[in-house]
């Protein structure tokens, strides 16, 4: 996946979210345990992190992001649109063999790229249902987003790739699947997949106090971030 997916996603989010700056986005999301406000801070620091992330080489560096949960609405919504186009800029300009730093694996800019479209898309439509709005993403996009990250996650012709993804990340119920309660992403090239389904790892807990989705474990960094 490249940049311009990532900014896809992220202008998504815009369209979709900056109608409502004038709601209360301190209302809970159906389904888990966290607010609008909480979820849109946690989408924009994911992109945030990996735009040093991918920078960084396979072992993990000293940084600590913050997006601040408490901001304003609208100043929650350019963090998110700016983290993303920080890490879009950065997965344009990765020389080929740029390999950086996840727990789930060393990615390169393709699966930066990809984990950042992950994030923005489930959460951004966590905050769609917690406002109410539809959220729709483009099919192309959620079928590379899932080709890339669960590549065991096998689409059928009559398979709706977004319907997919949000199986895959532990979101809804698909008949004849069995439910995700639990997950992980494939993020280092696919080139290194062995073609078996990786074994799920649960993240370590968040601080005291942190944010966490009850059906889906945090994506990025366990131990330190929401």
Not at 65 to 84: C, G, I, P, Q, R
Not at 177 to 193: D, I
């Amino acid at each position: 996946m490249t940049g311009d997916d990532v900014r896809a996603a992220a202008e998504l989010c815009e369209r979709t979210l900056e109608p409502a700056l004038g709601a209360d986005w301190h209302v809970p999301v159906p389904g888990l345990e966290f607010t609008v406000a909480a979820v849109v801070a946690h989408a924009a620091e994911s992109p945030l992190w990996y735009s040093v992330d991918m920078w960084s080489g396979r072992e993990d560096a000293a940084f600590q992001m913050k997006v601040l949960a408490d901001a304003s609405n609208s100043a929650l919504l350019t963090s998110l649109v700016a983290a993303s186009r920080a890490l879009a800029a950065g997965v344009d300009a990765a020389p080929a063999g740029t390999r950086g730093f996840h727990p789930f694996g060393s990615p390169d800019p393709a699966g930066f790229a990809a984990m950042a479209c992950d994030e923005l898309l489930v959460h951004g439509d966590d905050a769609a249902r917690g406002l109410g709005v539809a959220f729709t993403p483009d099919d192309r996009l959620a079928a590379g987003v899932l080709a890339r990250l669960f590549p065991w996650h096998a689409q059928g012709l009559d398979d709706d790739p977004w319907q997919l993804l949000l199986w895959a990340n532990g979101r809804i119920e698909l008949p004849g699947r069995v439910r995700q309660s639990v997950w992980r992403w494939h993020c280092a090239p696919l080139s290194e997949w062995d073609g078996a389904a990786l074994p799920v790892r649960a993240p370590a807990a968040p601080p005291p106090g942190a944010p966490q989705p009850s059906a889906r474990p945090p994506a990025t960094r366990p131990g330190d971030r929401p």
